[in-house]
């Protein structure tokens, strides 16, 4: 295939990913309208008769005096604000006189948090809320000790005529608060002084609202600039710069996520080519695209929560990426065992292998019941004192563990297939790769690991660890998605491996099931058996199978193995090899396989490899092809 036609296949998934989250998109913009009523039944007593109150938030883009969001003072001295609609499913907002300096305050004059409420339904609701206190009138500020921020360094993609704010845990996390506007300086700088109400002191860059505010690499957001007491105590402006705007980088569409993308659209192709070709494969390749589906389903998710704007409205999006937590290791087990064994047995004989996955579900319907603010803080601000994380972190903790046990059993599977081959098939299986994509899983559960490890030190100390852990989860999502290409590409390079059961299905029948096998009878199978392999020349077929050989001797396996077993004292392949080394030596003198290579004949005997023959070869005569013909010709 030449480079530009992969390259238009490339950008054609790219745009047909972009469609689709155009259609998410416009979804969610044309949403259900939340419509709702504000009452304030409490202001403070010193709050003037001709005071005007305002409501402001992510709706109105923070302004303190919009008269579309003005309560009206009713004659009991409540105050109401009726019938408003509200896009998305939460708002984070607070109470104003008019401006940010007569902004409402906790009891004690502090900073009151934003409130914030999600909408449960297109039914109308109202909401009763009562003001503690007036910024201006209950004036800390003045009392406070003041630190400057300056912000000394922007992107260079930074719009221009941009305005900047710092908002932090001094002003209850607004980040458009007319307050803590940056000043520019002549030296090119902006500067602002921001009270310290608590410490360490914890602030953010933004040009407005969240979805303008600073980030890492890649669109991903930072943790919260943190000063401590020791800094805040030297009295120097605070000099910062920024790397990132989250609106201003790669956005959902970034090195990362465009990689996760074609995987994504790449397992789906996969599944239908594996399933196109007709073979007799069809129980194993059932488990295959189960597994490749569900893999790029959650690549597919992990994309979508990207993007801040869906994340926001749709945070619960972030719990279909777990659910891979204890899908995984059943499904990859359930096509090992169909692959090696040829079983046929339904998904629902392995129910007990699922039960981890529903109890998670069970769970993760409990988290979804919470307001959508309520679970992206506890997202976004992870502590063991929040029981929910908690929770999560013990699921984490067992699904690794899961995990790691699945690893090994499966790995176990593998290995005693490999050590029983020469029972069942005559020549090497090319199935090495599954002791490749064993390697590229046990990659993940090791960094997995680090970030179990590294998690805990974050929680139990005050170094962040968020870049770390941030950077370990992408980097663990990109190994994982290796497994995709690996599982299409060889599916599609063999579409057939094993048609019938192996031996090891045999052995797990009972000793009592098994027929048993007398002198006469060995001699007769002995006997037919020689006329199939000398008449039939059924060695010849390169993947002779145990199996296949029985059927065609209408016999079962236990029987046919017990014979070459008893009477040959060979197993299976050294069996059928020593007809196979019988039939080259001859060929190799005849006249007629004269010009070809030695290598030439062995395949033409049923040999599938030279390694293969060679080593045979050897194990029969004692000697090399080379040596054995050179003795020959010197005799």
């Not at 001699?523 to 077929?541: F, G, I, P, R, S």
């Amino acid at each position: 295939m030449s480079f530009n036609k992969l390259l238009g296949q490339i950008f054609t998934k790219v745009n047909n990913f972009r469609f689709f989250l155009v259609v998410i998109l416009c979804l969610y913009a044309s949403g259900s309208l939340a419509q709702t009523s504000f009452v304030l039944d409490y202001v403070p007593e010193d709050t003037h008769t001709s005071d005007e109150l305002y409501l402001t938030g992510t709706f109105n883009n923070w302004d303190p005096a919009d008269i579309n969001y003005r309560f009206v003072r009713k004659i009991d001295g409540t105050y109401e604000l009726r019938n408003k609609f509200f896009n998305g499913s939460w708002i984070s907002y607070k109470i104003t006189r008019g401006s940010w300096s007569t902004v409402e305050v906790q009891k004690d004059g502090t900073p009151l948090m934003v409130r914030k409420h999600s909408f449960n339904s297109t039914a109308e609701e109202t909401l009763v809320l009562q003001v503690a206190g007036w910024s201006d009138i209950l004036d800390l500020q003045s009392e406070q000790k003041k630190i400057a921020i300056v912000l000394s360094d922007i992107p260079r993609n930074t719009p221009p005529n941009s305005s900047f704010y710092v908002c932090g845990n001094f002003n209850g996390w607004v980040p458009g608060d007319q307050r803590y506007k940056m000043k520019q300086l002549a030296d090119e700088t902006y500067q602002v002084e921001v009270p310290v109400f608590e410490e360490p002191l914890e602030y953010k860059f933004t040009r407005g609202n969240w979805l303008t505010v600073e980030g890492n690499s890649y669109g991903r957001p930072r943790p919260n600039r943190l000063l401590s007491s020791r800094e805040i105590n030297r009295n120097q402006p605070i000099k910062n710069s920024i790397t990132y705007w989250e609106d201003q980088s790669y956005g959902i569409f970034n090195p990362y996520t465009l990689l996760l993308v074609l995987t994504a659209l790449q397992g789906f192709f996969l599944i239908f080519i594996i399933n196109s070709n007709k073979n007799n494969n069809k129980w194993a390749n059932q488990a295959l695209s189960v597994l490749i589906f569900i893999i790029s389903l959650t690549l597919i998710a992990r994309v979508v929560i990207y993007d801040r704007i869906i994340y926001t409205d749709y945070p619960r999006l972030s719990l279909l990426t777990d659910f891979i937590f204890f899908l995984y290791g059943p499904i990859l087990l359930i096509y090992i065992k169909r692959l090696l064994h040829h079983s046929k047995k339904s998904f629902l004989t392995f129910w007990p292998h699922f039960v981890p996955f529903l109890v998670q579900v069970v769970i993760y319907i409990s988290f979804s019941f919470k307001p959508t603010h309520t679970f992206i803080e506890q997202n976004l601000f992870q502590s063991l004192d929040s029981p929910p994380y908690a929770i999560y972190e013990v699921i984490v903790l067992v699904a690794l563990v899961f995990n790691i046990w699945y690893w090994f059993r499966i790995k176990a599977i593998i290995k005693r297939y490999f050590e029983n081959i020469e029972l069942n098939y005559s020549t090497d299986q090319n199935i090495k790769y599954l002791n490749i994509i064993m390697m590229v899983l046990g990659v993940c559960l090791v960094l997995w690991s680090v970030i179990v490890v590294v998690d805990v030190y974050g929680t139990y100390s005050a170094n962040p660890v968020n870049h770390t852990v941030n950077l370990l989860i992408d980097v663990i999502w990109i190994v994982f998605s290796v497994v995709v290409y690996l599982l299409g590409y060889f599916a599609i390079k063999q579409p057939e491996i094993f048609r019938m059961a192996t031996i090891e299905e045999e052995e797990e029948k009972s000793e009592v099931d098994r027929p048993q096998i007398d002198t006469n009878e060995l001699e007769e199978l002995k006997e037919a058996l020689h006329v199939m392999m000398t008449q039939d020349q059924v060695y010849l077929n390169p993947q002779l199978s145990l199996p296949e050989l029985a059927e065609k001797m209408e016999t079962n396996v236990h029987t046919l193995s017990k014979t070459i077993n008893a009477g040959y004292t060979k197993n299976f392949r050294d069996f059928v090899n020593h007809y196979r080394i019988q039939d080259f030596i001859e060929r190799a003198q005849e006249e007629k396989y004269k010009n070809q290579t030695f290598l030439a004949i062995a395949l033409a005997v049923g040999f599938n490899s030279k390694s293969s023959f060679n080593r045979s070869f050897k194990k029969v005569t004692n000697k090399s092809p080379r040596e054995y013909f050179n003795d020959l010709r010197e005799s």
